[in-house]
DNA sequence: TACAAATATATTAATATTGCTATATTCATG
DNA sequence: CATGAATATAGCAATATTAATATATTTGTA
């Protein structure tokens, strides 16, 4: 019953995560709800995004069980799991601070990658 | 020049390092490049993987700045950029064993996933 | 019951990522 | 310069993720 997850899957289950947060859009969740619990309305108008884009990308967090939802009446309350979650934008904010070339040169690739695509 | 929302831009940041992590493979390979410099040879024997699999994710490591390579002859050895990166993967690792209900329905969903696809 | 408000889910086409296998590249040495 | 060793990259089919739109579901209220 006890049984230890073999390493493999506990990384898996890691790489999951790290995938959760792996879209700009998830991150400004996250962003958001780490500093408290928001309605979807309020995360929708926040992020000017359609209702439906919202509720697709919270219900990822959901499956990841990075965010946890209430139900309010007709209204859906979502909060951040674990706290340690703002930990991890913070260190990747860190990370993005110090080494200013690396982030330098991938915004530059971004931008060029972006120009490309149109 | 349309001057495009710089913080948009470090959210995509921070979205595509988290996206770099967000494989098996390459959470095993950082979590033992977090202990120092490895050779492509020392990784690949650690993680029993072809080399050409190997080469590709430590390619895309690289190009998300993530780890950074030093050739020497002919061998290339890694090393972690930042080691803040071994911060996320601790955070990533207290997420995990603390709400253990959230990542043991995770860990079912993920068999029953792979069991799925077989 | 009917209706509106707030969320969620289904569908699907466009893109991106994976996992292979095969082929290049780079460098040291005879 | 031919060769072998260590890495890297190309090419491509199989999957997975995304974005956009349409449709459901749930709940409160008249």
């Not at 990308?57 to 959901?62: C, G, K, M, N, S």
């Not at 934008?89 to 990370?95: P, T």
């Amino acid at each position: 019953m006890t049984e230890t997850p073999r390493r493999f899957e506990l990384q898996t289950l890691k790489a999951e995560f790290f995938k959760a947060l792996g879209h700009p859009t998830r991150v400004r969740l996250l962003e958001i709800l780490r500093h408290g619990e928001r309605s979807v309305q309020e995360l929708q108008q926040s992020l000017a995004l359609d209702q439906s884009v919202v509720s697709q990308h919270l219900a990822i967090l959901r499956a990841k069980n990075v965010v946890s939802a209430r139900k309010d009446g007709t209204t859906v309350r979502y909060t951040v799991r674990d706290p340690a979650v703002g930990e991890l934008l913070d260190v990747a904010r860190r990370i993005f601070g110090s080494h200013l070339e690396g982030s330098r040169t991938m915004l530059r690739e971004l931008q060029r990658e972006q120009r490309r695509r149109r």
